[in-house]
């Protein structure tokens, strides 16, 4: 994050052990509703991993880590975009104003994503290990993440629409979508696993 805009914008992060009981309260709950909703005939339902990441990042949405000033922030911004550096762009392509935006303006959304990310990175290590992919595995652990789809000259990066997605979601007032997270993260992961096999 950037240090002038923590310092201008006021920029803090929740009280942890106060953070992690109000994290957990909200992720049960939801949890519990998404497993009513979508296996009400099962006796003991199981959500799998890609439900429980979107389930996760849903609720770090609602329970925001980082809170700052708004207006300062919006302020901050506007400013930062009169400058000439954020129209250049980064070595993959991306203009610096949105990988601004993302590392400071949305960080809370690009926490939520990567802590989806997470999930779904120890899954498929998890999974691996268990068939004894050695190979995959190898690969999967030097990454430390998952592989990401190639930015095509028109598009921001896959990180950074996901993020903008997310925060473009919630200022419009509209619903988290749980399925279509979840396929997401689902199609990440089997996109990495090919990946390592290649």
Not at 64 to 81: D, H, L, M, Q
Not at 134 to 146: F, I, P, S, T, Y
Request: glycine share 2%; net charge positive; with cysteine.
């Amino acid at each position: 994050m950037d240090e002038n805009f923590k310092r201008e914008c006021k920029v803090f992060i929740k009280n942890e052990k106060t953070y992690k009981k109000q994290l957990e309260k909200i992720y049960k709950e939801k949890r519990e509703w998404l497993k009513k909703q979508y296996l009400p005939a099962e006796e003991k339902p199981l959500l799998d991993m890609h439900k429980l990441s979107a389930i996760m990042c849903r609720s770090i949405l609602q329970c925001k880590p980082i809170v700052f000033n708004v207006e300062a922030a919006v302020k901050f911004f506007e400013e930062y975009c009169r400058t000439k550096i954020a129209e250049e762009c980064t070595s993959d392509g991306t203009k610096n104003r949105i990988e601004f935006a993302t590392t400071n303006i949305y960080v809370n959304y690009k926490i939520a994503f990567r802590a989806s990310i997470g999930i779904n990175y120890i899954d498929l290590f998890y999974r691996l290990s268990v068939e004894n992919k050695k190979n995959e595995l190898k690969k999967l652990e030097d990454l430390g993440d998952l592989i990401y789809y190639k930015k095509s000259d028109n598009h921001e990066n896959f990180c950074n629409s996901i993020v903008l997605a997310l925060a473009k979601k919630e200022a419009g007032n509209r619903n988290f979508d749980y399925l279509n997270y979840a396929t997401i993260m689902y199609q990440l992961q089997m996109w990495t696993l090919e990946q390592l096999k290649s």
